[in-house]
């Protein structure tokens, strides 16, 4: 069993993963402190296949957690939201953003994301 946090796979199947050696290349760090921001909610992972894994969409186009998403998981974590409903909420189509809270993470619309994401914790 696996001391690093995880959840059961709860991601759309057409979501782009990376294994944890591909999230510490592209961060530029060794494995063992991509586990550290697994344990602190930086990162949010899954096991698919066995084998644990992070959505590709967590890293931004410079190869940097995105910005908001440990703020927006410390939130919802505080709010009582376990990492698995904290990823079924990031992934799920919303019209009124439009797309997936983790895609407007990437762009002008992260603060009503962050926004949403307090609302739901109280």
Same mark, same amino acid.
């Given at each position: 069993?696996?001391?690093?946090?995880?959840?059961?796979?709860?991601?759309?199947?057409?979501?782009? %993963?990376?294994?944890?050696?591909?999230?510490?290349?592209?961060?530029?760090?060794?494995?063992?402190?991509?586990?550290?921001?697994?344990?602190?909610?930086a990162l949010l #992972?899954?096991?698919?296949?066995?084998?644990?894994?992070?959505? #590709?969409?967590?890293?931004?186009?410079?190869?940097? %957690?995105?910005?908001?998403?440990?703020?927006?998981?410390? %939130?919802?974590?505080?709010?009582?939201?376990?990492?698995?409903?904290?990823?079924?909420?990031?992934?799920?189509?919303?019209?009124?953003?439009?797309?997936?809270?983790?895609?407007?993470?990437?762009?002008h619309r992260a603060?009503?994301?962050?926004?949403?994401?307090? #609302?739901?914790?109280?």
């Amino acid at each position: 069993m696996s001391t690093v946090p995880h959840s059961d796979d709860v991601l759309p199947a057409d979501v782009e %993963v990376l294994d944890l050696p591909e999230v510490a290349d592209r961060l530029g760090i060794p494995v063992t402190r991509v586990h550290d921001l697994l344990r602190d909610g930086a990162l949010l #992972a899954v096991r698919r296949d066995r084998h644990l894994v992070v959505p #590709a969409t967590f890293l931004d186009d410079d190869d940097e %957690v995105l910005r908001f998403l440990p703020g927006l998981v410390a %939130v919802l974590r505080d709010g009582g939201y376990r990492d698995d409903e904290v990823l079924r909420w990031l992934f799920e189509e919303d019209e009124s953003l439009p797309g997936r809270p983790v895609a407007a993470l990437h762009g002008h619309r992260a603060r009503e994301v962050m926004r949403r994401a307090q #609302a739901m914790a109280f």
